[in-house]
């Protein structure tokens, strides 16, 4: 028997937030470890509840999601963090990115989406919306200045690593970059964990972004330009 999801809800909104622990209840090989309104409340029971994933509402009173994230990653940093948000924001999402949070799902979402988007982040896939990839990144990866001490990490990564991270730059699940590359799931997933530490990161997401500032690796330029320019 496989071990079961363990979710974490962070929301103030009650009727959201039992709307998602009654959504999430009955699906097979997810438990929902516990629910709460603030992003005080999720630092308190983060480190007992051990949760996998946490769905962290953006927009808390307070403790906004992002400082929330940030803290939630340094208690429990395997969790994978998944904002949500009435907003759909690619400068919100870009925020919840750089504090650490494995991807974005709006509130406006089928319901079968957030469960997708639950099992997706637990076995360490990027959660975006379709087509929300390339802005958020483009709109990040001149944020940051190079320095000696990233073009390090970079220098100790493989050229199968480097790979790797272009390829989820270019949206591909594990197991897509696996047929690209002619290895198993396994062998990608063993590729990012080494990347994720060398990097110091909780997420493929935020290993592409630094990966796209350092210009290691590089968003598809036709698809970015015609992004950029929609109104």
């Not at 029971?45 to 939630?72: E, F, H």
């Not at 799902?105 to 997706?120: F, H, I, M, N, S």
């Not at 972004?209 to 320019?229: F, H, P, Q």
Request: proline share 4%.
């Amino acid at each position: 028997m496989s071990v079961a999801v363990r979710v974490l809800i962070v929301d103030d909104h009650q009727m959201f937030a039992d709307a998602l622990v009654s959504l999430l209840e009955i699906e097979d090989g997810v438990e929902v470890v516990a629910s709460v309104g603030s992003g005080e409340e999720a630092l308190s029971v983060c480190g007992p509840a051990r949760p996998d994933v946490v769905l962290m509402d953006i927009d808390l009173p307070g403790m906004d999601g992002i400082q929330a994230t940030r803290g939630v990653l340094r208690i429990c940093p395997e969790a994978k963090i998944i904002g949500i948000s009435a907003m759909r924001d690619p400068q919100l999402l870009a925020r919840a990115v750089a504090a650490g949070a494995s991807g974005f799902v709006p509130k406006t979402r089928a319901a079968e989406e957030l469960v997708r988007a639950v099992r997706a982040a637990a076995a360490g896939e990027m959660v975006l919306p379709d087509g929300d990839l390339a802005p958020v990144l483009d709109r990040l990866r001149n944020a940051a200045e190079r320095s000696a001490e990233w073009d390090a990490r970079f220098a100790s990564m493989t050229g199968r690593e480097i790979e790797v991270l272009q390829a989820f730059a270019d949206g591909l699940s594990t197991e897509e970059a696996g047929v690209r590359f002619g290895i198993a799931a396994r062998t990608v997933r063993s590729h990012v964990e080494n990347v994720l530490a060398k990097l110091g990161v909780h997420s493929k997401l935020e290993a592409v972004l630094l990966g796209l500032r350092a210009g290691v690796i590089r968003l598809d330029e036709t698809e970015a330009s015609l992004l950029r320019n929609l109104p």
